[in-house]
């Protein structure tokens, strides 16, 4: 389950129509979806055979084109390139559709004077619109797996706003053994 927290108002939320209901104003769509069915160590190959109908109907509602699967493990080369192109706010020409598979991150969701943070996990399908302002980084194990969609992979390109908003916020990841006691701070890349 996702964890959301609006720091302003120091409030979290981790339920799944809470998530939802926090996060419709400002777009974003939210689920859980069920995870048993691949196994952890599942090809990209069985998990888009084993999401096939989700994938399409997703493709359906949303004009996606294609889908892949992502896998970033702290192995992964570049890593830190890549983290520091989606850590400042930025918005996408095309919807960031993620079903996260394994691994944890957090996306700060900006819009008129409110963020909101979401962090992602295992089981969670986030649909952020394009032109949302956001950011994102992974949480301290630097690992996420997740199904992507996309209307057309070009317009996947961070556009900056340079309105340095994520600088006052530290990335905080509660952790999968969140039960309101726990937390762990994400690193800083
Ligand atoms: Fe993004």
Redesign the pocket.
Same mark, same amino acid.
């Given at each position: 389950m996702a964890v959301v927290t609006v720091p302003a108002e120091d409030r979290t939320i981790h339920d799944e129509l809470g998530i939802q209901a926090e996060l419709a104003p400002l777009g974003v769509d939210y689920e859980r979806w069920d995870l048993s069915r691949v196994a952890e160590d599942a090809s990209a190959e069985a998990v888009l055979e084993a999401y096939a109908a989700e994938i399409d109907e997703m493709k359906r509602l949303g004009g996606y084109q294609t889908a892949d699967v992502i896998d970033v493990s702290p192995q992964t080369p570049g890593l830190d390139t890549m983290l520091a192109k /989606?850590d400042r706010e930025?918005t996408?020409s095309e919807d960031?559709v993620r079903f996260i598979l394994a691994g944890r991150g957090i996306f700060y969701l900006h819009k008129d004077d409110k963020v909101v943070s979401v962090e992602v996990g295992p089981g969670d399908m986030i649909r952020?619109p394009r032109g949302t302002e956001?950011? /994102?980084t992974l949480c301290a194990e630097r690992r996420i797996r997740a199904i992507r969609w996309f209307q057309d992979t070009t317009g996947w390109t961070?556009h900056y706003t340079a309105s340095g908003v994520e600088a006052g916020y530290q990335p905080l990841c509660f952790g999968p053994a969140y039960l309101g006691t726990r937390a762990e701070t994400t690193i800083t890349v």
């Open positions: /989606f930025h996408h960031e952020v956001h950011w /994102f961070p």
